[in-house]
């Protein structure tokens, strides 16, 4: 079984604090060599000015392949592509496109006055571009705006028939769930690669509140696990071992490429790539 590549997914920070947080991780997981590392919008929109500082920067500064977060919340077409435009002229090369999380309260979202629509024309109009390759989201479990599991599947095929070059799954727990996912997307005529979503659960009651607001469906033995690790003082431990594993089944299941949602806590995620043979390679700097 080969060493797989990776990728890993930031958020941007909001405080001084946050801004050496986020170093610190991108410090600590680009010696593994990632495919790319993207940065995530906030829900609403809310982060958009500090999601584009944060790719700039990581682009300029540790010569990592960034791919930018940009959805269609709270923005007019116009003010989007505009940030879309700052990002070609920031020779970032890859975005993921997503339709975005409504502002807290908001319930479902509502597209803004001269907004995009959805997803859909937004890759749209990002392909006519010709600047970017592009990235999307996908669910191995029924999305919480989706009429069921076929509904998501055909909404990715017309973002792939959009336009996009990839797709990365919203987290789940069992790689089966991840299995079943890309047999229906490849029998509905997709044949963009799907890359898995892996959480390494730093924190069990947070996890929980993430897996429910986005329809991920929790396993007993992996809540009834975590629940006596916390009582234990054993999360650590277990978290590596769950995430391990799973990624040791998909890729016995044929998958190249693992990307890792950080949370911008780089440890578990580091501690998981080497587990699977993931280990850092030396820079010239250090050769030298």
């Known amino acids: 079984m080969s060493v797989p590549s990776v990728s890993f997914e930031f958020f941007p920070p909001k405080s001084l604090e946050g801004s050496f947080r986020l170093w ?25 000015t500090l999601t584009h500082e944060a790719v ?105 028939d959009a336009g996009a070059h990839s797709a990365i799954t919203q987290f789940f727990f069992e790689a089966e769930t991840f299995f079943r996912f890309r047999d229906a997307c490849v029998k509905a005529g997709i044949d963009a690669p799907i890359i898995p979503g892996i959480l390494p659960i730093e924190n069990w009651s947070g996890a929980k509140r993430f897996a429910q607001s986005c329809g991920t469906s929790i396993p007993a033995v992996i809540n009834d696990a975590f629940e006596n690790a916390t009582r234990d003082g054993t999360t650590e431990l277990l978290a590596t071992a769950v995430a391990t594993e799973l990624c040791d089944e998909l890729l016995q299941g044929g998958v190249e490429h693992l990307h890792f949602y950080t949370l911008n806590r780089p440890e578990l995620t580091r501690d998981v790539c080497h587990a699977l043979g993931i280990m850092p390679k030396a820079s010239l700097q250090e050769v030298a």
């Open 56 to 160: 700039a920067t990581i682009h300029k500064t540790s010569g990592l392949r960034v791919a930018a977060h940009l959805t269609c919340v709270d923005a007019t077409k116009a003010e989007t592509m505009e940030i879309a435009e700052a990002y070609a002229e920031a020779r970032v090369s890859e975005i993921v496109a997503l339709r975005g999380d409504p502002p807290k309260g908001q319930g479902k979202f509502t597209p803004a006055e001269n907004g995009f629509s959805g997803s859909v024309e937004l890759i749209e109009a990002l392909s006519a571009m010709n600047k970017f390759r592009l990235r999307v989201g996908a669910y191995p479990e029924k999305h919480p705006d989706a009429a069921d599991n076929q509904a998501d599947i055909d909404h990715l095929k017309r973002k792939i």
């Open 24 to 48: 610190d991780c991108v410090q600590t997981l680009a010696p593994l060599a990632p495919e790319f590392v993207s940065v995530t919008y906030g829900a609403g929109g809310t982060t958009r």
